[in-house]
Nanobody, 136 residues
C-alpha cells in the first residue's frame, strides 16, 4: 500500500510561484506513474501533469503547459515536485498527488517516449491534498 503526502501549498498573488511536493511511502515502485490533479470548488477534478518513473517523461494539461513543471527527485524516486509559475486566479484549487503502479499504469506513446495518461481512472492512490490560492 502506497501513501502519499503533499506539501507546499499556500496563497500567492497573480504571477507568483509555488512549489508543491509529494512524498510517497510504503510499497513504492521506481517505475510508478505519478501525477498531480486539482479540483476547484464546484468543478470536476482536472489532471494537471504526470511523470513516468521509468523514464522521467512528463505530460501536461494544455491549461498549464509552459507554466508548470513536474519533476522527480532522482535520488529519491518517491518524491515528485510540481513547480507552479506565473500563477493565475483560475489555478486556485486543492491540488492532489496520485500514483499508479504495475498494471494499473496507463501509458501512451507521445512524441518520443512513453508517458503516463492523465485519465482520472488510471490511479491507485491519492493524497489528502494541499490548497493553492491565487489572489488577484
Amino acid at each position: 500500500q502506497v501513501q502519499l503526502v503533499e506539501s507546499g501549498g499556500g496563497s500567492v498573488q497573480v504571477g507568483g510561484s509555488l512549489r508543491l511536493s509529494c512524498v510517497a511511502s510504503g510499497y513504492t515502485d521506481n517505475n510508478m506513474c505519478m501525477a498531480w490533479f486539482r479540483q476547484a470548488p464546484g468543478k470536476e477534478r482536472e489532471g494537471v501533469a504526470t511523470i513516468n518513473g521509468d523514464n522521467g517523461s512528463a505530460f501536461y494539461a494544455d491549461s498549464v503547459k509552459g507554466r508548470f513543471t513536474i519533476s522527480q527527485d532522482n535520488a529519491k524516486n518517491t518524491v515528485v515536485n510540481l513547480q507552479l509559475n506565473n500563477l493565475k486566479p483560475e489555478d486556485t484549487a486543492m491540488y492532489y498527488c496520485a500514483a499508479a503502479a504495475g498494471r494499473r499504469r496507463r501509458l501512451f506513446w507521445y512524441g518520443t517516449s512513453w508517458v503516463c495518461s492523465l485519465a482520472d481512472d488510471s490511479w491507485d492512490t491519492w493524497g489528502q491534498g494541499t490548497q493553492v490560492t491565487v489572489a488577484e
